[in-house]
């Protein structure tokens, strides 16, 4: 994690760097594109080298939150009045993935839970806004559906059961 974390941290620098060589050899608009693509290849190698963690701790659930936060910090200055980027949703949607990826190590559910929080949390993180709060209402909700569905998935059995089991023995 902290591999894909150092990857995101450099995807900054080089971002800025592109911007900067773009805009002082043509104009405002190839330093903007130049951004894009050179952090686009970055956020690629991060996301790639994602898929080769083996195991996670507890403090890598923690990491979502806090590029969530310095990316809506990185973010701000670009979206005033725009509405072309939701902080509080991505915020939302990076807590509720990093909720997501506790609830899964703690009860060794496996990495197949978190698709759909990740995609959530990659469809919030983009400067795309369909105008409304629709969007962002759906798919908080639909991740936090998946956290709830874990923690039923393997508490409700033993609930049941245990219920079941009391019920015999006092009746």
Known sequence: MFRSLAIGALSFLFTLLAFIIGWAAKDLRAGLLAGAVIFSGFFLAAVVSLFY???YSYLDAAL???F???WS????PFSFGASLFSAPAFI???????????VSKRWQLGK??????????????????IPGPVDD???LSGSAGVI?????????KKAVVDGLRNSFKNP
């Open 53 to 55: 963690i083996k195991a």
């Open 64 to 66: 979502p939150a806090v």
């Open 137 to 139: 209402a759906f798919a």
């Open 92 to 102: 939302g949607a990076a807590l509720l993935l990093g909720i997501c990826m506790a």
């Open 73 to 76: 910090l990185a973010l701000a």
């Open 112 to 129: 197949g839970w978190l698709v759909y929080p990740a995609m959530v949390f990659l469809y919030e993180m983009l400067p795309i806004n």
């Open 148 to 156: 709830v569905t874990q923690f039923l998935r393997r508490n409700l």
């Open 68 to 70: 969530a936060v310095l």
